[in-house]
C-alpha cells in the first residue's frame, strides 16, 4: 500500500492496478474498470488527504489501516469523513488485489478448510456470499473476513465502512470484498446486480485470499 512522506501534509496516492483495465473482460468491462480506478478510487484517495489535512500530525503520519482500527480517535469533526474515504481508499486498494484474469474456480489448503468449518461447504459459502452481497440495500460491500479465534466468517459493511473499523471489538481482518456500489457494474449489468457477482467469482484471486488468511 503506498506510503506518504513524514511530514504534516497527508499525502496517499492512488495505487496502480495490477492489471491492465481490459484484463477482467468479459465478466468486468474495461470502461467501468478505468471508470472506478480513476475516477472513483481517486476521489476516495483525494477526500481522505483532505479530511486528514485538518488532523494532528500524528494522524498525518498513520497507515489507513492504522487510521481505520483507530477510527474511534479521530476527532468527532473529521471522522465521518475520514470513516468514509480512508474506507473507499483500503477497500478498493484491496478490491482490485482480490481478482486477476483467469481466476475464479476454488481456494484450497488452510483457507479451503475454514470456509468449509464455518459454512458447511465452498457451495454454500458462494451462496451465503452471493445472496446477502445481492440483497444490501443502497450501496454497501459483502466480505468474507477472518476473525479473533481464526476462523472466517461473512459479513455486509455499509456504504464504504471497512472492516478495519471492527478491530477493537471483533478483531476482524478483512480477506475478501466485493464492491456492490452502482458504479461498479452498472455500465454493463444495469440493475442486474445478481448477474454482476455471479459474473465476478470468475475473477476472483484466491491465492490472494490465500496470502491474507494466512498473514
Known amino acids: 500500500m503506498p506510503r506518504r512522506p513524514s511530514h504534516l501534509m497527508a499525502n496517499f496516492t492512488l495505487p496502480q492496478l495490477p492489471y491492465a483495465y481490459?484484463?477482467?473482460?468479459?465478466?468486468?468491462?474495461?470502461?467501468t474498470m478505468q471508470i472506478h480506478h480513476t475516477k472513483h478510487h481517486q476521489a476516495y484517495t483525494d477526500g481522505l488527504n483532505k479530511a486528514l489535512g485538518s488532523l494532528d500530525a500524528k494522524f498525518q503520519s498513520m497507515d489507513?489501516?492504522?487510521?481505520?482500527?483507530?477510527i474511534d480517535t479521530v476527532p468527532e469533526n473529521a471522522r465521518g469523513a475520514v470513516n468514509f474515504h480512508g474506507g473507499g481508499y483500503?477497500?478498493?486498494?484491496?478490491?482490485?488485489n482480490n481478482m486477476k484474469k483467469g481466476g475464479g474456480g476454488e481456494p484450497s489448503g488452510e483457507l479451503a478448510d475454514a470456509i468449509k468449518k464455518a459454512f458447511g461447504s465452498f457451495a454454500d459459502f458462494k451462496t451465503k456470499f452471493q445472496t446477502d452481497s445481492v440483497a444490501i440495500q443502497g450501496s454497501?460491500?459483502?466480505?468474507?473476513?477472518?476473525?479473533a479465534s481464526g476462523g472466517v466468517q461473512f459479513i455486509t459493511m455499509p456504504n464504504q465502512t471497512s472492516p478495519w473499523t471492527r478491530w477493537k471489538a471483533e478483531k476482524l481482518t478483512p480477506l475478501l470484498g466485493l464492491d456492490v456500489w452502482e458504479h461498479s457494474y452498472y455500465l454493463k449489468y444495469q440493475n442486474r446486480r445478481a448477474d454482476y457477482v455471479t459474473a465476478w467469482w470468475n475473477v476472483v484471486n484466491w491465492d490472494e485470499v490465500a496470502k491474507r488468511f494466512k498473514a
Open 140 to 147: 454497501g460491500w459483502g466480505w468474507l473476513v477472518k476473525n
Open 64 to 70: 489507513a489501516v492504522d487510521i481505520l482500527k483507530n
Open 22 to 31: 481490459d484484463a477482467l473482460e468479459p465478466h468486468i468491462d474495461a470502461t
Open 90 to 96: 483500503n477497500n478498493h486498494t484491496l478490491f482490485w
